[in-house]
T-cell receptor, first 114, second 113 residues
Framework: DAKTTQPPSMDCAEGRAANLPCNHS???????VYWYRQIHSQGPQYIIH???NNETNEMASLIITEDRKSSTLILPHATLRDTAVYYC???????????????FGKGTKLTVNP | NAGVTQTPKFRVLKTGQSMTLLCAQD?????MYWYRQDPGMGLRLIHY???????AKGEVPDGYNVSRLKKQNFLLGLESAAPSQTSVYFC????????????FGSGTQLSVL
């Protein structure tokens, strides 16, 4: 089973910020939070990841709560091309029974409306 | 740098036929994964490998076999295809270091009639 829970769908107006939440209440201290997205039936595309601190790159920002039990992916200015399914997963280091068995949940279908 | 390459991109099989899907990566990654995705559904893990010569079962392994004889290749086999195996298959790979990201192939559309 996936170690994360996400809302099944969200809507956002074009040009506005899209905030996608993810709960990972059983996350371990050495597990990273990753976000991917999938447009149509293409292969999933990496967006961003983080461990404890908030992260930002050219695509998005990742806000991780202090207790690390949840996170939010922020697309600052959503465009129509951001319409996709967004997946949040957790992944630990490869040793000590880390999360080699990478399980994706059903993700959040984000629809950006004109 | 090709990344992760899946072969073939499309295939149509008749029930009972066999086939092998090839995933090749040129990034010297230790970890490789096979997922399937049915229409409107998320990704489901079939099998994975943490290194050459090793494989392990994922969420939905039944009806599939895998092999990792070379580090760069991960093969997914269907010995006797069934219509329920009609799906899009994605391969992914990753280095083993903490914080490394997963690289995905472009997928194989398989139809079993």
């Amino acid at each position: 089973d996936a170690k994360t829970t996400q809302p099944p769908s969200m809507d956002c107006a074009e040009g506005r910020a899209a905030n996608l939440p993810c709960n990972h209440s059983t996350i371990s201290g050495n597990e990273y939070v990753y976000w991917y997205r999938q447009i149509h039936s293409q292969g999933p595309q990496y967006i961003i990841h983080g461990l404890k601190n908030n992260e930002t790159n050219e695509m998005a920002s990742l806000i991780i709560t202090e207790d690390r039990k949840s996170s939010t992916l922020i697309l600052p200015h959503a465009t129509l091309r951001d319409t996709a399914v967004y997946y949040c997963i957790v992944r630990g280091p490869p040793t000590q029974g880390g999360s080699e068995k990478l399980v994706f949940g059903k993700g959040t279908k984000l629809t950006v409306n004109p | 740098n090709a990344g992760v390459t899946q072969t073939p991109k499309f295939r149509v099989l008749k029930t009972g036929q066999s086939m092998t899907l090839l995933c090749a990566q040129d990034m010297n990654h230790e970890y490789m994964y096979w997922y399937r995705q049915d229409p409107g559904m998320g990704l489901r893990l079939i099998h994975y490998s943490v290194g050459e010569g090793t494989t392990a079962k994922g969420e939905v392994p039944d009806g599939y076999n895998v092999s990792r004889l070379k580090k760069q290749n991960f093969l997914l086999g269907l010995e006797s295809a069934a219509p329920s195996q009609t799906s899009v298959y994605f391969c992914a790979s990753s280095a083993w270091r903490p914080g490394e990201k997963l690289f995905f192939g472009s997928g194989t559309q398989l139809s079993v009639l």
